[in-house]
């Protein structure tokens, strides 16, 4: 059964990607958990929830499968909505501990016996939630079953002092180190110290067992069961069985997995394999790309590598995601100015204001996503003391097959609240390196979105150019209407402008650069000459950019202005082609071109309808 899974997992992840890696390093351990437990009235939480793709096949949802993370199709993630068996929806690490702890909680007040069992991997217990947890439920000595899937491996390979420990490298010169410092620590207790060492030293394996990865959890008051084999079934079912059976309390079991198990190619390299787009199921190769320029990703690394060679205080902080975002150069070139601190968005933030107190420029490359989890670390320790730290924001808008977990459509909103807070998005990735350029010179916090996917393909300036902060551009003069898209949608608003034009329509198109500070007298000097003003984002539309222009226009009561704000509903986008959902979600070219040929037909009554919003009206 186990090879049927992965033979389906990896056909069908050749033909329209996922991730492959972390649900075929899964498969026996998925098998042994749906056959000793009763799921779905068993509660099983996956972490991140990237690996669930067994889960999912042994859940009745094999006839689906093929659509997996695609348009209507099944989810990439466990998702409530979807089927009894998937307990907590899931995309962001760390969370299964918290959410089974609750859920625990929630059946004791019940008198529900039922177990509760989270899946969590060793990158994943890097992030802070997951030791938040641990340490209630050891508090609390509720039933909960926590299986640690350890492969050593995040996306990229796993960081941190808690995972050498978990690693059990306890062996050779750590171990003698060990060793010595125990003794020497024992020994200062003379008596009752002297004893402890002879007995230790009786025996070679009881001063290993001293050491063991469990002294971690058992100090947190977690039973601990393990190292055990995980793509051995019968040692995994003999396992889940003892616990099921006699388990009280928090236990944690930790299972040692290989990432990408029975797939050569992502054996081999699991960090590529993590998430991949179809590939060829021979070689393991992927589908040729589609030719064009490189990604907003790449523009971005290669403009901080060339950067930091000039700049010896810039430094650079990933939260397990080097590749991801385009920091593997930048990390070779300059090891010691260069930081993966885990799956710990949160510390990343903090991390980064301490380093600019003395001086450095920390440069935080996370995605839109994820950065949302370091909202407070913005405000209170970044922008409250008003710190140089550069913050690149990288898959800002609609990613999408990862679907809503993973779109970034809030950073707009989120970010240009907070004061001292400078948020930009450029229009191609040229301007995308002068902003980079700008932020670093900048003696406050500043933030730059860009979107998933490739450049546009624009010749890159030799020189890098400061830019006043606050200060847009007029890209085409018009009469009519004014085009006011922000980041990448300024491509989409200029294709429109050029449709209008064929229709007679002057359409002047500005690219304000600033989400904030907004270059107001620009905005404010070509709204009251077309009159009529359509803003344009992939964000969503409460509190982004187009309430920003909003505020901005309301303030100048001498001007009556027409104002359709184009954006992201108030819903959470699905899943699918990123074109497929901007034209649902109406900002893509036809979309500003119907709400500009909408704007004109209507009856210029400016002093009574000021402020409309794509669909409603405000009289
Ligand atoms: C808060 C957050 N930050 C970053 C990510 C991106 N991410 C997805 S999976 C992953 C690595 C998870 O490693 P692990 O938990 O060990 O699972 P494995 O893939 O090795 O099975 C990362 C960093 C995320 N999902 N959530």
């Not at 796993?158 to 050779?172: C, E, I, Q």
């Not at 009856?603 to 409309?612: A, G, H, L, M, Q």
Request: some cysteine; charged content about 20%; overall charge negative.
């Amino acid at each position: 059964m186990a090879a049927d899974i992965r033979r389906e997992i990896i056909e069908t992840v050749a033909k329209v990607g996922g991730h492959l890696a972390p649900s075929l390093g899964v498969v026996e351990l998925t098998l042994a958990i749906h056959y000793v437990f009763d799921t779905p009235d068993d509660k099983l939480i996956w972490d991140v929830g990237h690996q669930c793709y067994a889960h999912k096949l042994l859940t009745g949802r094999r006839q689906h499968f093929k659509t997996i993370r695609q348009y209507k199709g099944l989810s990439g993630f466990p998702k409530r909505s979807e089927s009894a068996y998937d307990t907590f929806d899931t995309g962001h690490s760390s969370t299964s501990i918290s959410a089974g702890l609750g859920i625990a909680c929630a059946k004791d007040i019940l008198e529900d016996h039922k177990k509760v069992i989270a899946v969590i991997g060793d990158g994943s217990m890097t992030g802070g939630m997951a030791f938040e947890a641990l340490n209630q439920a050891g508090h609390l000595g509720k039933n909960l079953i926590v299986i640690l899937n350890d492969n050593e491996m995040s996306i990229s390979p796993n960081v941190g002092a808690l995972s050498s420990f978990l690693s059990r490298k306890m062996t050779g010169a750590t171990m003698s180190k060990l060793r010595k410092e125990m003794e020497q620590f024992l020994k200062s207790f003379s008596h009752v110290g002297e004893n402890i060492l002879q007995v230790l030293k009786k025996s070679e394996t009881s001063f290993k067992g001293f050491f063991t990865p469990g002294m971690l959890f058992e100090a947190l008051e977690f039973g601990y069961v393990g190292p055990i084999p995980g793509h051995d079934l019968n040692a995994l079912i003999e396992t889940l069985r003892n616990v099921n059976d006699f388990g009280r309390g928090p236990i944690l079991i930790h299972v040692v997995t290989t990432k990408g198990k029975g797939y050569k190619p992502a054996e081999d390299r699991p960090d590529d394999y993590h998430g991949v787009g179809p590939f060829d199921l021979a070689t393991g190769k992927p589908n040729a790309a589609s030719a064009g320029p490189p990604s907003y990703t790449a523009f971005f690394g290669d403009t901080l590598t060339r950067i930091a060679a000039q700049n010896p205080k810039v430094v650079a902080i990933t939260a397990a995601m080097p590749a991801g975002t385009g920091l593997t150069n930048f990390a070779k070139q300059f090891p010691d100015r260069f930081f993966d601190v885990g799956i710990a968005e949160q510390h990343a933030v903090t991390f980064a204001a301490g380093l600019a107190t003395e001086g450095i420029h920390p440069v935080v490359a996370i995605y839109s996503t994820f950065l949302q989890r370091s909202l407070d670390q913005v405000i209170h320790d970044v922008c409250l003391p008003n710190l140089p730290v550069t913050f690149m924001l990288d898959r800002a808008g609609l990613v999408g097959d990862d679907g809503p977990t993973h779109h970034g459509v809030f950073d707009l909103s989120f970010l240009r609240m907070i004061p001292n807070m400078v948020v930009m998005a450029p229009k191609d990735e040229n301007e995308l390196q002068h902003m980079l350029h700008t932020a670093i010179l900048h003696p406050g916090p500043a933030a730059i979105r860009y979107p998933r996917g490739q450049g546009t393909g624009i010749q890159l300036d030799a020189e890098l150019r400061q830019m006043e902060i606050g200060k847009g551009e007029i890209l085409q003069e018009g009469n009519d209407i004014l085009l006011l898209p922000i980041g990448n949608r300024i491509q989409a608003a200029l294709a429109a402008a050029a449709e209008l034009a064929k229709m007679g329509i002057s359409v002047a198109v500005i690219n304000p650069r600033f989400v904030s500070p907004l270059d107001r007298d620009l905005i404010l000097a070509w709204a009251a000459k077309a009159r009529r003003v359509i803003t344009i984002e992939e964000n969503v539309k409460k509190g982004g950019f187009g309430s920003a222009v909003l505020e901005l226009l309301a303030t100048d009561h001498d001007q009556p202005v027409r104002v359709t704000v184009l954006g992201l509903p108030d819903t959470f986008m699905e899943q699918g082609p990123q074109e497929t959902l901007r034209s649902l979600a109406g900002i893509d070219t036809q979309a500003i071109c119907q709400a500009a040929m909408a704007m004109m037909d209507k009856k210029s009554n400016d002093t009574e309808v000021r402020v409309e919003e794509s669909g409603e009206k405000k009289r």
